[in-house]
T-cell receptor, first 114, second 114 residues
Framework: EAGVAQSPRYKIIEKRQSVAFWCNPI?????LYWYQQILGQGPKLLIQFQNNGVVDDSQLPKDRFSAERLKGVDSTLKIQPAKLEDSAVYLCASAGGMYNSPLHFGNGTRLTVT | AQKITQTQPGMFVQEKEAVTLDCTYD???????LFWYKQPSSGEMIFLIY??????QNATEGRYSLNFQKARKSANLVISASQLGDSAMYFC???????????FGQGTRLTINP
């Protein structure tokens, strides 16, 4: 089966600019996640979708970050305006509906804010 | 709240030796799952092994096994007969059963020397 697809692979922007990341989960996976991984740290959950509804966005900085999952498939994560501390790898993951099924991750988007 | 602690920032092991990566966790949930992921320098997160809190036997997947000690809240990963390709970051993670939301530790960087 095809894995989780993410684009772009790399992005460099200046602070205060906006940026968007795209994710296409594994076909049939109802749950989609966006994680932020700062260099040297473990991934931190930003938002979790179940189909096209938000399950958990408690750690999403809503003043600058937004995410949507229209039609319950693809998802986009946007940052506007970006700050230096947003430099990180943004990982998208999806999971099937089975009991404690593992998350499957994409290759991530490495964002550098200058 | 759930928490994962990985106390070994870095580990250096000779090829073909066995290695144990430590993971302790904190949760108030009775039912939960523990996961280990590998992250090579290319950045993707690769699922390795899963242990449910009610599983009586330690999980095994090929060269990977999980030493689960529930009373000590410990879920160490054991890699037997290490290979050069095992060099990577390793993350332990926990999820409440049914929530399908992973909380990750800080990771351990494993380096296999020839």
């Amino acid at each position: 089966e095809a894995g989780v697809a993410q684009s772009p692979r790399y992005k460099i922007i200046e602070k205060r600019q906006s940026v968007a990341f795209w994710c296409n989960p594994i076909s049939g996976h109802a749950t989609l996640y966006w994680y932020q991984q700062i260099l040297g740290q473990g991934p931190k959950l930003l938002i979790q979708f179940q189909n096209n509804g938000v399950v958990d966005d408690s750690q999403l900085p809503k003043d600058r970050f937004s995410a949507e999952r229209l039609k319950g498939v693809d998802s986009t994560l946007k940052i506007q305006p970006a700050k230096l501390e947003d430099s990180a790898v943004y990982l998208c993951a999806s999971a099937g509906g089975m009991y404690n099924s593992p998350l499957h991750f994409g290759n991530g988007t490495r964002l550098t804010v200058t | 709240a759930q928490k994962i602690t990985q106390t070994q920032p870095g580990m250096f092991v000779q090829e073909k030796e066995a290695v144990t990566l430590d993971c302790t966790y904190d949760t108030s949930d009775q039912s939960y799952g523990l996961f280990w992921y590998k992250q090579p320098s290319s950045g993707e997160m690769i699922f390795l092994i899963y242990q449910g809190s009610y599983d009586e036997q330690n999980a095994t997947e090929g060269r990977y096994s999980l030493n689960f000690q529930k009373a000590r809240k410990s879920a160490n990963l054991v890699i037997s007969a290490s290979q050069l390709g095992d060099s990577a970051m390793y993350f332990c993670a926990i999820a409440t059963t049914g929530a399908q939301k992973l909380v990750f530790g800080q990771g351990t960087r494993l380096t296999i020397n020839p």
